[in-house]
């Protein structure tokens, strides 16, 4: 009976749409668009009722029920974008269609998952469990609707008047860092929150009493949450791609502007550093100055050399490279480019100089020649970064290209500005050249995130194993957040009390601490001795802590360069096998002890 009903609906459905489509092409035909747009109109009220009927019959249906809110969400997804229009904003329309779209895919995929953890294994049936719960976990539906509003209103929030290569970026650096920091909250509180709310609602007990050991338990509400946040970095990745391709054919200033874009922001680009030319390189510059050094200061430079002032030397001897006086060229060699010449027809030049002091017109004047050819270069922006394109056929057949950078007024010489012109260390010079597509560098960026959400989601199940609710999350947000401010964190306590012993090996380093420490002492210098042990305290807990920022794939898709595969080999190697492995094995040891209920006698 149901069947037959379900064919009759279907039916009408059919022949509504195509009555409505033939009397369309036939008002058309006669020349009456007006009322054929009125008709359609007209038709599609019919069809939406129709439709609403039809789903409100089954309405006892989990399907009809999926269905009637994407039909409905979309309606009114449709009428706000019809308001948008109307008023003259298409970003605001395509927001619109966008937050429908993005809530669309995370309900279809919610439900493809739960098919897929269908069968009646232990594991599949907690990790479905978990996925359930997290539906009706108020934290965690907060920041799956925050995510899903954040990627289609970020855009609006920029400002127009700004270049488009640099609304791009801004867009890309803050949807995608969005995205990790409400998936890594999302990961911590669901994970603490499955756990400690079992055991604190006693429903663990139901779960223990069945045929599954607690390992089990464990993976079983991690592959869940692993599953939801793959389900939600797809969801949010899609939606970045795609208004970053609107974002794309939006209005550019100027033609620069365009090709920064397209050739800057929107590739993958593997990127070169520059070697010295000379044979010998910086280490015949290391030696000159350490010759003139002891011939000033003897007995401090004498034999066997102290490694802090070994190391002031090596530092000064590069930001001399990097510097260069009124009229002196210096000459930075770029290797391995010769893969250049088989995929792009051009190689980008990126200098960022500045100048002491700095010229009237904030512009530095530079005269370049590349492999021995002169190649025009406009005044160079001050502490901005600036790209010359070169064409590939610059490159020797030896993969190289020799840039010599004078500090030379190329017009006129004798108009050269008295300053010292500088290139930052690292950022300075570096050439780039597209190697591959932005879609790739996408998808490589939310896998490095996804490895790192797969570790906290094993750090907040660990901690609810044996802690209560509040301390599980405060000490899992405490490790993501020192773990995501690593770098920081570690040049922060390099700068607070720098260790000169990189030439030493660990004993050497060990005993060199010591007697710093003693020595500090000794000659009453007892806040400097003090900073050694909080330097030595603060490494220590580091060491124990994974590094996110060494697998932080977003600034580099964001600036248009390579994400290489190096990255996530080692994410998934050190931050998803290691340590979320180390993790598992302590919150397991630890959970498998844990007395959950007492019999009373």
Request: include cysteine.
């Amino acid at each position: 009976m149901w069947h037959k009903r379900w064919f009759q609906w279907l039916g009408v459905l059919v022949g509504l749409h195509v009555i409505g489509a033939a009397v369309i092409v036939l008002l058309i035909s006669q020349g009456s668009s007006t009322g054929a747009y009125w008709f359609g109109a007209f038709d599609g009220v019919l069809i939406h009722l129709w439709v609403y009927w039809g789903l409100w019959c089954r309405r006892d249906r989990r399907p009809a029920q999926w269905a009637a809110a994407a039909i409905i969400s979309g309606d009114i997804a449709s009428l706000i974008a019809v308001i948008c229009l109307t008023t003259g904003s298409l970003a605001g329309a395509i927001a619109a269609w966008g937050i429908w779209a993005m809530g669309a895919g995370f309900g279809l995929g919610l439900a493809v998952i739960r098919l897929v953890l269908s069968p009646g294994l232990s594991v599949l049936g907690v990790a479905r469990t978990l996925i359930d719960e997290a539906i009706r976990m108020k934290v965690a539906l907060v920041l799956i609707v925050a995510l899903v509003l954040l990627v289609p209103i970020l855009p609006l929030l920029l400002d127009p008047n700004e270049r488009l290569a640099y609304r791009l970026e801004t867009f890309l650096i803050y949807s995608l860092t969005g995205t990790s920091v409400l998936l890594s909250l999302l990961t911590i509180f669901l994970a603490c929150g499955t756990i400690c709310g079992e055991i604190s609602r006693k429903q663990i007990f139901m779960t223990m009493t069945k045929p599954i050991g607690r390992g089990q338990y464990l993976l079983g509400k991690w592959l869940g949450i692993v599953l939801l946040n793959g389900l939600l970095l797809s969801v949010a990745g899609g939606g970045v791609w795609v208004f970053a391709r609107v974002l794309q054919q939006g209005q550019a200033r100027d033609a620069l502007d365009r090709v920064e874009v397209d050739q800057q922001v929107l590739v993958a680009r593997l990127v070169r550093a520059p070697v010295p030319a000379e044979a010998g390189g910086l280490a015949n510059w290391y030696q000159k100055r350490l010759k003139k050094l002891r011939a000033i200061e003897p007995v401090m430079y004498a034999e066997p050399l102290d490694p802090r002032l070994a190391s002031e030397i090596r530092a000064a001897v590069r930001s001399d490279w990097y510097r260069l006086k009124q009229r002196q060229t210096a000459t930075y060699m770029f290797t391995g480019l010769s893969s250049a010449k088989g995929v792009t027809e051009t190689v980008q030049l990126r200098i960022k100089a500045k100048s002491s002091p700095a010229p009237p017109d904030d512009l530095i004047r530079v005269r370049m020649i590349v492999n021995g050819y002169l190649v025009p270069v406009q005044p160079l922006p001050y502490n901005i970064a600036y790209v010359v394109h070169l064409p590939t056929e610059l490159i020797d057949p030896d993969g190289n290209l020799v840039v010599q950078i004078a500090n030379i007024n190329p017009i006129n010489p004798r108009a050269t500005f008295p300053a010292t012109v500088s290139f930052p260390l690292n950022e300075g010079i570096t050439v780039l050249y597209t190697v591959g597509s932005f879609e790739a560098n996408m998808l490589r960026t939310l896998a490095v995130i996804w490895v790192r959400l797969g570790f906290l989601a094993m750090l907040g199940l660990a901690a609810g194993s044996f802690l209560g609710f509040p301390t599980a999350c405060l000490i899992s947000l405490v490790i993501w957040i020192i773990a995501s401010t690593s770098g920081f964190l570690h040049e922060s306590l390099e700068y607070y009390a720098a260790f000169n012993y990189d030439q030493l090996d660990a004993f050497g380093k060990v005993r060199w601490v010591v007697g710093d420490f003693f020595g500090k002492l000794a000659d009453g210098e007892v806040w400097p001795a003090i900073k050694i042990i909080i330097k030595l305290v603060g490494s220590g807990f580091m060491m124990v802590v994974p590094s996110f920022s060494d697998y932080n794939a977003v600034p580099l898709v964001s600036d248009g360069r390579y994400v290489p595969y190096g990255m996530i080999g080692n994410a998934l190697l050190r931050v998803g096998v290691v340590w979320t492995g180390l993790v598992a094995a302590v919150g397991y040891l630890i959970f498998r002890r844990r007395e959950l209920a007492r019999i009373m006698v």
